[in-house]
Protein backbone atom coordinates (compact mmCIF):
# COMPACT_ATOMS: atom_id res chain seq x y z
CA UNK A 1 0.00 0.00 0.00
CA UNK A 2 1.16 3.66 -0.61
CA UNK A 3 2.25 5.67 2.50
CA UNK A 4 1.29 8.78 1.79
CA UNK A 5 -1.00 9.66 -0.89
CA UNK A 6 -1.27 13.45 -0.22
CA UNK A 7 3.05 13.71 -0.15
CA UNK A 8 2.47 11.73 -3.83
CA UNK A 9 0.26 14.40 -5.14
CA UNK A 10 2.05 17.71 -3.64
CA UNK A 11 5.44 16.58 -4.49
CA UNK A 12 4.27 15.88 -8.07
CA UNK A 13 5.12 12.46 -7.99
CA UNK A 14 1.57 11.07 -8.96
CA UNK A 15 0.64 9.68 -12.53
CA UNK A 16 -2.04 10.21 -14.65
CA UNK A 17 -4.27 7.65 -17.36
CA UNK A 18 -6.98 9.21 -18.91
CA UNK A 19 -8.65 6.89 -21.65
CA UNK A 20 -12.02 7.21 -23.53
CA UNK A 21 -13.92 4.73 -23.76
CA UNK A 22 -17.15 3.81 -25.61
CA UNK A 23 -19.06 4.87 -23.08
CA UNK A 24 -17.47 6.16 -20.44
CA UNK A 25 -14.28 8.62 -20.34
CA UNK A 26 -11.76 7.41 -16.72
CA UNK A 27 -8.92 9.18 -15.22
CA UNK A 28 -6.82 7.39 -12.87
CA UNK A 29 -4.08 8.70 -10.82
CA UNK A 30 -1.07 6.40 -9.07
CA UNK A 31 1.58 6.42 -6.88
CA UNK A 32 4.72 5.56 -7.27
CA UNK A 33 3.80 1.97 -6.31
CA UNK A 34 1.24 2.05 -9.14
CA UNK A 35 -1.40 1.91 -7.27
CA UNK A 36 -4.39 3.85 -8.18
CA UNK A 37 -5.17 6.50 -5.40
CA UNK A 38 -7.47 8.69 -6.93
CA UNK A 39 -10.04 8.72 -9.95
CA UNK A 40 -12.51 10.77 -12.28
CA UNK A 41 -14.68 9.60 -14.98
CA UNK A 42 -17.83 11.17 -17.03
CA UNK A 43 -20.31 8.69 -18.96
CA UNK A 44 -21.18 10.03 -22.75
CA UNK A 45 -22.33 8.91 -26.24
CA UNK A 46 -21.69 8.17 -29.35
CA UNK A 47 -24.34 9.78 -31.63
CA UNK A 48 -25.25 8.28 -34.95
CA UNK A 49 -25.11 11.24 -37.65
CA UNK A 50 -26.03 10.86 -41.58
CA UNK A 51 -25.53 6.91 -41.02
CA UNK A 52 -22.16 7.25 -39.08
CA UNK A 53 -21.36 7.10 -35.43
CA UNK A 54 -19.42 9.66 -34.59
CA UNK A 55 -18.92 11.97 -31.19
CA UNK A 56 -18.12 15.49 -31.63
CA UNK A 57 -15.20 17.31 -31.17
CA UNK A 58 -16.98 19.43 -28.32
CA UNK A 59 -18.13 16.47 -26.62
CA UNK A 60 -14.59 14.89 -26.60
CA UNK A 61 -13.46 18.09 -24.74
CA UNK A 62 -16.17 18.88 -22.62
CA UNK A 63 -15.98 15.19 -21.84
CA UNK A 64 -12.15 14.76 -20.55
CA UNK A 65 -12.70 18.62 -18.58
CA UNK A 66 -15.24 16.85 -17.26
CA UNK A 67 -13.43 13.59 -16.39
CA UNK A 68 -10.51 15.60 -15.11
CA UNK A 69 -12.58 18.07 -12.91
CA UNK A 70 -13.95 15.22 -11.18
CA UNK A 71 -10.59 13.59 -10.50
CA UNK A 72 -9.67 17.45 -9.39
CA UNK A 73 -12.90 16.54 -6.76
CA UNK A 74 -11.88 13.27 -5.75
CA UNK A 75 -8.81 14.22 -4.79
CA UNK A 76 -10.01 17.36 -2.57
CA UNK A 77 -12.00 15.60 -1.14
CA UNK A 78 -10.26 12.34 -0.16
CA UNK A 79 -6.19 14.38 0.79
CA UNK A 80 -7.35 18.34 0.65
CA UNK A 81 -4.79 19.26 -2.28
CA UNK A 82 -4.73 20.30 -5.70
CA UNK A 83 -3.01 18.80 -8.31
CA UNK A 84 -0.49 20.96 -9.64
CA UNK A 85 2.40 18.50 -11.41
CA UNK A 86 2.76 15.51 -12.12
CA UNK A 87 5.63 12.93 -12.59
CA UNK A 88 4.14 11.27 -16.23
CA UNK A 89 0.46 11.17 -18.18
CA UNK A 90 -0.89 8.89 -20.47
CA UNK A 91 -4.15 8.87 -22.57
CA UNK A 92 -5.46 5.88 -24.22
CA UNK A 93 -8.68 5.65 -26.38
CA UNK A 94 -10.68 2.90 -28.86
CA UNK A 95 -8.49 1.91 -31.31
CA UNK A 96 -8.59 2.79 -34.81
CA UNK A 97 -11.22 4.94 -36.75
CA UNK A 98 -11.19 8.06 -39.24
CA UNK A 99 -9.88 11.57 -37.50
CA UNK A 100 -8.51 13.80 -40.90
CA UNK A 101 -7.49 17.26 -40.01
CA UNK A 102 -6.36 20.19 -42.63
CA UNK A 103 -3.35 22.17 -41.84
CA UNK A 104 -5.49 24.31 -39.88
CA UNK A 105 -5.93 21.46 -37.01
CA UNK A 106 -9.60 22.01 -38.21
CA UNK A 107 -11.38 18.65 -38.28
CA UNK A 108 -12.86 17.70 -42.17
CA UNK A 109 -15.12 15.01 -41.68
CA UNK A 110 -17.02 13.75 -38.69
CA UNK A 111 -14.80 11.40 -36.15
CA UNK A 112 -15.97 7.70 -37.55
CA UNK A 113 -15.65 5.48 -34.83
CA UNK A 114 -14.54 2.03 -35.01
CA UNK A 115 -17.93 0.71 -34.52
CA UNK A 116 -18.92 2.07 -38.16
CA UNK A 117 -18.50 -0.62 -40.92
CA UNK A 118 -19.59 1.35 -44.19
CA UNK A 119 -15.79 0.62 -45.37
CA UNK A 120 -16.78 -3.19 -46.69
CA UNK A 121 -15.27 -2.24 -50.42
CA UNK A 122 -12.09 -0.72 -49.13
CA UNK A 123 -10.91 -3.56 -46.39
CA UNK A 124 -11.63 -6.09 -49.21
CA UNK A 125 -9.74 -4.06 -52.02
CA UNK A 126 -6.74 -3.39 -49.77
CA UNK A 127 -6.91 -6.80 -48.01
CA UNK A 128 -6.39 -8.01 -51.61
CA UNK A 129 -3.62 -5.52 -52.25
CA UNK A 130 -1.50 -6.33 -48.81
CA UNK A 131 -2.06 -9.63 -48.82
CA UNK A 132 -2.87 -9.18 -45.37
CA UNK A 133 -6.69 -8.72 -43.48
CA UNK A 134 -7.53 -5.20 -43.49
CA UNK A 135 -10.30 -4.86 -41.22
CA UNK A 136 -13.12 -2.31 -41.95
CA UNK A 137 -12.43 -0.05 -38.58
CA UNK A 138 -9.03 0.27 -39.05
CA UNK A 139 -7.93 3.82 -40.36
CA UNK A 140 -6.55 3.06 -43.60
CA UNK A 141 -10.04 1.44 -44.54
CA UNK A 142 -11.75 4.52 -43.66
CA UNK A 143 -9.39 6.73 -45.76
CA UNK A 144 -9.63 4.45 -48.74
CA UNK A 145 -13.30 4.54 -48.82
CA UNK A 146 -13.50 8.54 -48.44
CA UNK A 147 -10.78 8.31 -51.39
CA UNK A 148 -13.73 5.79 -53.28
CA UNK A 149 -16.50 7.59 -52.49
CA UNK A 150 -15.07 10.73 -53.71
CA UNK A 151 -15.34 12.92 -50.87
CA UNK A 152 -14.08 16.13 -51.25
CA UNK A 153 -11.73 16.62 -48.29
CA UNK A 154 -9.52 13.89 -49.33
CA UNK A 155 -7.60 16.14 -50.69
CA UNK A 156 -7.47 18.28 -47.89
CA UNK A 157 -6.06 16.02 -45.27
CA UNK A 158 -2.94 17.07 -43.03
CA UNK A 159 -3.05 14.83 -40.51
CA UNK A 160 -4.88 11.57 -39.75
CA UNK A 161 -4.95 10.34 -36.60
CA UNK A 162 -7.23 7.91 -33.99
CA UNK A 163 -8.61 9.65 -31.10
CA UNK A 164 -5.86 8.95 -28.24
CA UNK A 165 -3.53 10.56 -30.88
CA UNK A 166 -5.23 13.22 -31.10
CA UNK A 167 -5.62 13.78 -27.68
CA UNK A 168 -1.91 13.79 -27.56
CA UNK A 169 -1.32 16.21 -29.90
CA UNK A 170 -3.10 18.62 -28.89
CA UNK A 171 -2.29 18.56 -25.42
CA UNK A 172 1.62 18.12 -26.54
CA UNK A 173 1.88 19.52 -30.00
CA UNK A 174 3.74 16.23 -31.25
CA UNK A 175 1.74 13.90 -33.84
CA UNK A 176 2.99 10.79 -32.72
CA UNK A 177 1.14 7.32 -31.73
CA UNK A 178 1.62 4.29 -29.98
CA UNK A 179 2.61 1.46 -31.98
CA UNK A 180 -0.15 -0.57 -30.86
CA UNK A 181 -2.71 1.97 -31.85
CA UNK A 182 -0.93 2.69 -35.42
CA UNK A 183 -1.08 -1.01 -35.84
CA UNK A 184 -4.77 -0.36 -36.47
CA UNK A 185 -4.04 2.36 -38.72
CA UNK A 186 -1.47 0.85 -41.33
CA UNK A 187 -0.43 -3.06 -40.56
CA UNK A 188 2.92 -2.90 -38.12
CA UNK A 189 6.29 -4.65 -39.33
CA UNK A 190 7.21 -6.05 -36.27
CA UNK A 191 10.96 -6.15 -37.15
CA UNK A 192 11.37 -2.67 -37.88
CA UNK A 193 8.54 -1.79 -35.26
CA UNK A 194 7.42 0.63 -37.89
CA UNK A 195 4.55 1.13 -40.81
CA UNK A 196 4.89 -1.59 -43.23
CA UNK A 197 7.51 -0.12 -45.53
CA UNK A 198 5.89 -2.52 -49.02
CA UNK A 199 2.37 -1.55 -47.49
CA UNK A 200 2.93 2.39 -47.78
CA UNK A 201 4.40 1.66 -51.21
CA UNK A 202 1.38 -0.13 -52.99
CA UNK A 203 -1.09 2.39 -51.28
CA UNK A 204 0.43 5.45 -52.56
CA UNK A 205 0.78 3.39 -55.76
CA UNK A 206 -2.78 2.72 -55.66
CA UNK A 207 -4.11 6.22 -54.93
CA UNK A 208 -1.20 8.04 -56.94
CA UNK A 209 -3.93 8.78 -59.97
CA UNK A 210 -6.36 10.76 -57.63
CA UNK A 211 -3.37 13.27 -57.54
CA UNK A 212 -3.00 14.33 -54.04
CA UNK A 213 -0.45 16.50 -52.49
CA UNK A 214 0.26 13.77 -49.93
CA UNK A 215 1.85 10.50 -48.85
CA UNK A 216 0.62 8.34 -46.71
CA UNK A 217 3.70 8.51 -44.27
CA UNK A 218 3.31 12.15 -44.88
CA UNK A 219 -0.37 12.65 -43.06
CA UNK A 220 0.25 9.61 -40.60
CA UNK A 221 1.86 9.93 -36.89
CA UNK A 222 5.00 9.09 -36.29
CA UNK A 223 5.11 5.44 -34.71
CA UNK A 224 6.95 5.20 -30.86
CA UNK A 225 6.83 2.13 -28.98
CA UNK A 226 6.30 2.18 -24.95
CA UNK A 227 9.46 4.15 -22.99
CA UNK A 228 10.02 6.39 -26.30
CA UNK A 229 10.10 10.23 -26.02
CA UNK A 230 6.35 11.28 -27.11
CA UNK A 231 6.80 14.76 -25.81
CA UNK A 232 5.70 17.15 -22.80
CA UNK A 233 2.43 18.67 -21.65
CA UNK A 234 2.28 22.21 -23.29
CA UNK A 235 0.48 25.37 -21.18
CA UNK A 236 -1.80 24.87 -23.83
CA UNK A 237 -2.48 21.56 -22.87
CA UNK A 238 -2.37 21.87 -19.77
CA UNK A 239 -5.29 24.46 -19.78
CA UNK A 240 -7.52 22.46 -22.20
CA UNK A 241 -7.36 19.23 -19.81
CA UNK A 242 -7.58 21.45 -16.51
CA UNK A 243 -9.78 24.66 -17.33
CA UNK A 244 -9.12 25.45 -13.28
CA UNK A 245 -5.63 26.21 -14.44
CA UNK A 246 -4.01 24.82 -11.44
CA UNK A 247 -2.19 21.76 -13.43
CA UNK A 248 1.14 22.92 -14.86
CA UNK A 249 2.41 22.06 -17.95
CA UNK A 250 6.27 20.28 -18.48
CA UNK A 251 5.35 17.37 -17.53
CA UNK A 252 6.25 14.04 -20.12
CA UNK A 253 3.39 12.09 -21.66
CA UNK A 254 3.74 8.60 -22.73
CA UNK A 255 3.11 7.33 -26.37
CA UNK A 256 -0.82 7.12 -26.63
CA UNK A 257 -2.12 4.04 -27.26
CA UNK A 258 -4.88 1.84 -28.27
CA UNK A 259 -7.79 0.17 -25.37
CA UNK A 260 -6.36 -2.82 -26.57
CA UNK A 261 -2.87 -1.90 -25.68
CA UNK A 262 -3.69 -0.94 -22.35
CA UNK A 263 -5.90 -3.95 -21.62
CA UNK A 264 -2.49 -6.02 -22.89
CA UNK A 265 -0.47 -3.88 -20.09
CA UNK A 266 -3.39 -3.48 -17.50
CA UNK A 267 -3.57 -7.51 -17.46
CA UNK A 268 -0.14 -8.48 -17.75
CA UNK A 269 -0.12 -10.06 -21.24
CA UNK A 270 2.01 -8.60 -23.30
CA UNK A 271 5.02 -11.57 -23.31
CA UNK A 272 4.98 -14.05 -25.96
CA UNK A 273 2.21 -17.03 -25.34
CA UNK A 274 -0.03 -14.82 -22.84
CA UNK A 275 -3.18 -13.09 -23.59
CA UNK A 276 -6.21 -11.13 -22.46
CA UNK A 277 -9.95 -10.98 -23.42
CA UNK A 278 -11.34 -7.69 -23.08
CA UNK A 279 -15.32 -7.59 -22.25
CA UNK A 280 -17.49 -4.55 -22.24
CA UNK A 281 -19.85 -3.19 -25.12
CA UNK A 282 -17.87 -4.54 -26.87
CA UNK A 283 -15.21 -7.97 -26.48
CA UNK A 284 -11.49 -8.70 -28.00
CA UNK A 285 -9.17 -11.02 -26.98
CA UNK A 286 -5.23 -10.60 -27.59
CA UNK A 287 -3.25 -13.39 -28.03
CA UNK A 288 1.11 -12.47 -28.15
CA UNK A 289 2.58 -15.09 -30.92
CA UNK A 290 5.48 -16.70 -30.83
CA UNK A 291 5.20 -16.97 -34.64
CA UNK A 292 3.69 -15.41 -37.43
CA UNK A 293 0.36 -17.32 -38.22
CA UNK A 294 0.33 -19.33 -41.61
CA UNK A 295 -2.15 -17.07 -43.64
CA UNK A 296 -4.07 -13.90 -43.04
CA UNK A 297 -7.79 -14.61 -41.50
CA UNK A 298 -10.64 -12.24 -42.18
CA UNK A 299 -12.18 -12.97 -38.79
CA UNK A 300 -8.46 -12.25 -36.82
CA UNK A 301 -6.84 -9.03 -37.24
CA UNK A 302 -2.75 -8.62 -36.55
CA UNK A 303 -1.81 -5.67 -33.85
CA UNK A 304 0.64 -5.20 -31.92
CA UNK A 305 1.75 -4.89 -28.10
CA UNK A 306 2.74 -2.02 -26.94
CA UNK A 307 6.44 -2.55 -27.33
CA UNK A 308 5.25 -3.56 -30.77
CA UNK A 309 5.39 -7.74 -30.52
CA UNK A 310 2.86 -9.55 -33.27
CA UNK A 311 -0.61 -10.26 -31.20
CA UNK A 312 -3.48 -11.98 -32.99
CA UNK A 313 -6.57 -9.96 -32.25
CA UNK A 314 -10.24 -11.37 -32.59
CA UNK A 315 -12.65 -8.11 -32.11
CA UNK A 316 -16.06 -8.27 -31.95
CA UNK A 317 -18.38 -5.19 -32.64
CA UNK A 318 -20.99 -6.34 -29.85
CA UNK A 319 -20.58 -7.90 -25.99
CA UNK A 320 -22.75 -6.80 -23.02
CA UNK A 321 -25.26 -4.28 -24.38
CA UNK A 322 -27.87 -6.77 -25.14
CA UNK A 323 -27.21 -9.07 -22.32
CA UNK A 324 -27.25 -5.62 -19.88
CA UNK A 325 -30.57 -4.61 -21.69
CA UNK A 326 -32.45 -8.18 -20.72
CA UNK A 327 -30.87 -7.62 -17.21
CA UNK A 328 -32.60 -4.20 -16.92
CA UNK A 329 -36.08 -5.81 -17.83
CA UNK A 330 -35.55 -7.64 -14.80
CA UNK A 331 -34.95 -4.38 -12.92
CA UNK A 332 -38.06 -2.95 -14.20
CA UNK A 333 -40.32 -5.92 -13.24
CA UNK A 334 -38.62 -5.64 -9.62
CA UNK A 335 -39.47 -2.30 -9.25
CA UNK A 336 -42.91 -2.93 -10.40
CA UNK A 337 -43.04 -5.17 -7.58
CA UNK A 338 -42.11 -2.35 -5.02
CA UNK A 339 -38.69 -4.41 -4.69
CA UNK A 340 -35.62 -1.89 -3.43
CA UNK A 341 -33.39 -2.44 -6.76
CA UNK A 342 -29.68 -3.26 -6.43
CA UNK A 343 -27.78 -3.73 -9.67
CA UNK A 344 -25.24 -5.58 -8.41
CA UNK A 345 -27.77 -8.01 -6.94
CA UNK A 346 -29.93 -8.26 -9.80
CA UNK A 347 -26.48 -8.72 -11.56
CA UNK A 348 -25.71 -11.80 -9.37
CA UNK A 349 -28.90 -13.35 -8.92
CA UNK A 350 -29.66 -13.67 -13.03
CA UNK A 351 -25.53 -14.66 -13.83
CA UNK A 352 -25.36 -17.12 -10.99
CA UNK A 353 -28.69 -18.74 -12.03
CA UNK A 354 -27.51 -19.35 -15.66
CA UNK A 355 -25.12 -21.62 -14.82
CA UNK A 356 -27.84 -24.04 -13.17
CA UNK A 357 -28.90 -24.12 -16.99
CA UNK A 358 -28.66 -26.88 -19.28
CA UNK A 359 -24.93 -26.60 -20.83
CA UNK A 360 -26.03 -26.44 -24.36
CA UNK A 361 -28.80 -23.58 -23.29
CA UNK A 362 -31.71 -25.95 -23.64
CA UNK A 363 -31.84 -25.02 -27.37
CA UNK A 364 -32.09 -21.59 -26.99
CA UNK A 365 -30.52 -19.11 -29.25
CA UNK A 366 -29.63 -15.44 -28.95
CA UNK A 367 -27.49 -12.79 -31.32
CA UNK A 368 -26.41 -9.65 -29.51
CA UNK A 369 -26.37 -7.33 -32.69
CA UNK A 370 -26.76 -4.10 -31.26
CA UNK A 371 -24.52 -3.22 -34.40
CA UNK A 372 -22.90 -5.11 -37.17
CA UNK A 373 -20.66 -7.99 -36.24
CA UNK A 374 -17.76 -8.06 -39.00
CA UNK A 375 -16.55 -11.84 -37.68
CA UNK A 376 -20.25 -13.21 -38.71
CA UNK A 377 -20.41 -11.13 -42.02
CA UNK A 378 -23.26 -8.84 -40.96
CA UNK A 379 -23.16 -5.03 -41.48
CA UNK A 380 -25.73 -3.90 -39.77
CA UNK A 381 -27.55 -6.03 -36.67
CA UNK A 382 -30.39 -6.62 -34.95
CA UNK A 383 -30.63 -8.37 -31.45
CA UNK A 384 -32.70 -11.45 -31.65
CA UNK A 385 -33.65 -14.43 -29.56
CA UNK A 386 -35.23 -17.29 -30.61
CA UNK A 387 -37.01 -20.67 -29.13
CA UNK A 388 -38.90 -23.57 -31.19
CA UNK A 389 -41.69 -25.62 -29.52
CA UNK A 390 -39.06 -28.31 -28.13
CA UNK A 391 -36.57 -25.58 -26.24
CA UNK A 392 -36.39 -26.26 -22.40
CA UNK A 393 -37.56 -22.41 -22.18
CA UNK A 394 -36.89 -21.35 -18.19
CA UNK A 395 -34.73 -18.53 -16.79
CA UNK A 396 -31.69 -20.40 -16.18
CA UNK A 397 -31.16 -20.98 -20.04
CA UNK A 398 -32.47 -18.03 -21.32
CA UNK A 399 -29.99 -15.88 -19.63
CA UNK A 400 -26.78 -19.00 -20.21
CA UNK A 401 -27.81 -18.24 -24.05
CA UNK A 402 -27.67 -14.67 -23.43
CA UNK A 403 -24.16 -14.84 -21.47
CA UNK A 404 -23.47 -17.47 -24.28
CA UNK A 405 -24.07 -14.94 -26.97
CA UNK A 406 -22.17 -12.09 -25.42
CA UNK A 407 -19.21 -14.40 -26.38
CA UNK A 408 -19.75 -16.65 -29.01
CA UNK A 409 -18.40 -14.25 -31.79
CA UNK A 410 -15.31 -14.46 -30.15
CA UNK A 411 -15.34 -18.27 -29.55
CA UNK A 412 -15.52 -18.44 -33.80
CA UNK A 413 -12.24 -16.15 -34.34
CA UNK A 414 -10.64 -17.74 -31.42
CA UNK A 415 -11.67 -21.53 -32.83
CA UNK A 416 -9.31 -20.80 -35.60
CA UNK A 417 -6.31 -19.74 -33.32
CA UNK A 418 -6.36 -22.71 -31.25
CA UNK A 419 -7.38 -25.50 -33.17
CA UNK A 420 -6.30 -24.31 -36.95
CA UNK A 421 -3.05 -22.55 -36.19
CA UNK A 422 -1.79 -24.30 -33.01
CA UNK A 423 -1.11 -21.23 -31.12
CA UNK A 424 -0.04 -22.12 -27.70
CA UNK A 425 -1.16 -19.76 -24.29
CA UNK A 426 0.13 -20.60 -21.08
CA UNK A 427 -2.31 -17.64 -19.28
CA UNK A 428 -5.31 -15.59 -20.70
CA UNK A 429 -6.44 -12.89 -18.50
CA UNK A 430 -10.26 -11.81 -18.58
CA UNK A 431 -11.06 -7.52 -17.69
CA UNK A 432 -14.37 -5.75 -18.23
CA UNK A 433 -17.85 -5.59 -17.30
CA UNK A 434 -18.61 -9.30 -18.20
CA UNK A 435 -16.91 -10.69 -15.50
CA UNK A 436 -18.01 -7.99 -12.53
CA UNK A 437 -20.21 -11.03 -11.05
CA UNK A 438 -17.84 -13.22 -9.42
CA UNK A 439 -16.95 -16.94 -11.58
CA UNK A 440 -19.24 -16.51 -13.93
CA UNK A 441 -17.90 -14.68 -16.97
CA UNK A 442 -14.81 -16.58 -16.17
CA UNK A 443 -16.46 -20.05 -16.24
CA UNK A 444 -18.82 -19.22 -19.28
CA UNK A 445 -15.51 -17.82 -21.31
CA UNK A 446 -13.41 -20.52 -20.25
CA UNK A 447 -15.99 -23.04 -21.69
CA UNK A 448 -15.52 -20.60 -24.49
CA UNK A 449 -12.59 -20.59 -25.90
CA UNK A 450 -11.82 -24.25 -24.06
CA UNK A 451 -8.72 -22.51 -22.21
CA UNK A 452 -8.28 -21.35 -17.84
CA UNK A 453 -9.29 -17.85 -17.70
CA UNK A 454 -7.52 -15.79 -15.00
CA UNK A 455 -9.10 -12.60 -13.37
CA UNK A 456 -7.07 -9.78 -11.32
CA UNK A 457 -8.67 -7.58 -8.43
CA UNK A 458 -6.58 -4.86 -10.53
CA UNK A 459 -8.14 -5.89 -14.11
CA UNK A 460 -11.50 -4.02 -12.93
CA UNK A 461 -9.48 -0.72 -13.19
CA UNK A 462 -9.14 -0.77 -16.72
CA UNK A 463 -7.39 1.13 -19.46
CA UNK A 464 -6.93 4.31 -17.43
CA UNK A 465 -4.75 1.94 -15.11
CA UNK A 466 -3.19 0.36 -18.50
CA UNK A 467 -2.03 3.44 -19.58
CA UNK A 468 -0.81 5.17 -16.21
CA UNK A 469 1.54 2.08 -15.72
CA UNK A 470 2.71 3.02 -19.58
CA UNK A 471 3.56 6.75 -18.90
CA UNK A 472 4.95 5.32 -15.26
CA UNK A 473 7.30 3.05 -17.67
CA UNK A 474 8.49 6.08 -19.35
CA UNK A 475 9.53 7.83 -16.18
CA UNK A 476 10.10 5.17 -13.89
CA UNK A 477 12.36 2.53 -15.84
CA UNK A 478 15.52 3.57 -14.41
CA UNK A 479 17.34 0.06 -14.94
CA UNK A 480 16.10 -0.51 -18.90
CA UNK A 481 13.90 -3.11 -18.28
CA UNK A 482 11.69 -4.75 -21.33
CA UNK A 483 7.70 -3.80 -21.04
CA UNK A 484 7.06 -7.40 -20.05
CA UNK A 485 9.93 -7.46 -17.07
CA UNK A 486 8.85 -4.01 -15.86
CA UNK A 487 5.23 -5.74 -15.67
CA UNK A 488 6.65 -8.63 -14.04
CA UNK A 489 8.84 -7.21 -11.21
CA UNK A 490 7.66 -3.60 -10.65
CA UNK A 491 3.78 -3.73 -11.27
CA UNK A 492 2.51 -7.24 -10.52
CA UNK A 493 5.00 -8.74 -8.78
CA UNK A 494 3.72 -12.62 -9.26
CA UNK A 495 0.28 -12.02 -9.26
CA UNK A 496 -1.63 -13.72 -11.72
CA UNK A 497 -5.33 -13.44 -10.49
CA UNK A 498 -7.59 -15.84 -9.46
CA UNK A 499 -7.99 -18.92 -12.25
CA UNK A 500 -11.05 -21.08 -13.51
CA UNK A 501 -10.87 -23.81 -15.77
CA UNK A 502 -13.18 -24.98 -18.06
CA UNK A 503 -15.24 -28.16 -17.36
CA UNK A 504 -15.75 -30.98 -19.73
CA UNK A 505 -19.27 -30.79 -19.83
CA UNK A 506 -19.43 -26.75 -20.35
CA UNK A 507 -17.11 -27.19 -23.35
CA UNK A 508 -19.05 -29.69 -25.26
CA UNK A 509 -22.23 -27.55 -24.32
CA UNK A 510 -20.70 -24.29 -25.91
CA UNK A 511 -19.97 -26.09 -29.16
CA UNK A 512 -23.58 -27.52 -29.47
CA UNK A 513 -24.08 -24.18 -28.63
CA UNK A 514 -22.02 -22.64 -31.32
CA UNK A 515 -22.76 -25.25 -34.03
CA UNK A 516 -26.63 -23.96 -34.01
CA UNK A 517 -25.38 -20.18 -33.74
CA UNK A 518 -23.78 -20.92 -36.72
CA UNK A 519 -26.77 -22.71 -38.43
CA UNK A 520 -28.94 -20.17 -37.48
CA UNK A 521 -26.97 -17.00 -38.77
CA UNK A 522 -29.22 -16.72 -41.74
CA UNK A 523 -32.41 -15.72 -39.66
CA UNK A 524 -30.15 -13.21 -38.03
CA UNK A 525 -29.44 -11.81 -41.68
CA UNK A 526 -33.31 -12.21 -42.56
CA UNK A 527 -33.97 -9.91 -39.47
CA UNK A 528 -31.00 -7.80 -40.88
CA UNK A 529 -32.68 -7.08 -44.17
CA UNK A 530 -36.08 -6.69 -43.03
CA UNK A 531 -35.13 -4.11 -40.21
CA UNK A 532 -36.39 -0.41 -40.51
Avoid at 39 to 66: C, F, K, P, R
Avoid at 92 to 106: C, L, R, V
Avoid at 222 to 228: K, N, P, R
Wanted: glycine share 10%.
Amino acid sequence: MTNNPKATIQEGKAILGIEFGSTRIKAVLIDENNIPIAQGSHEWENQLIDGLWTYSIEAIWNGVQNCYADLRANVKSKYDVEIEQLAAIGVSAMMHGYMAFNEKQEILAPFRTWRNTNTAEAAAKLSELFHFNIPLRWSISHLYQAILNKEDHVGDINFLTTLAGYIHWQITGKRVLGVGDASGMLPIDSKTKNYDAEMIRKFDELVSPYGFDWKITDILPQVLSAGEDAGTLTAEGAKRLDISGHLKPGTPVCPPEGDAGTGMVATNAVRKRTGNVSAGTSSFSMIVLEKALSRPYEMIDMVTTPDGSPVAMVHCNNCTSDLNAWVNIFKEYQELLGIPVDMNEVFGKLYNHALKGDADCGGLMAYNYISGEPVTGLADGRPLFMRSAKSKFNLANFMRANLYASVGVLKIGNDILFNDEKVKVDRITGHGGLFKTPGVGQRILAAAINSPISVMETAGEGGAWGIALLAGYLVNNKSKMNLADYLDKKVFAGNTGVEIAPTKEDVEGFNEYIKEYQNCLPVEQEAVKLKK
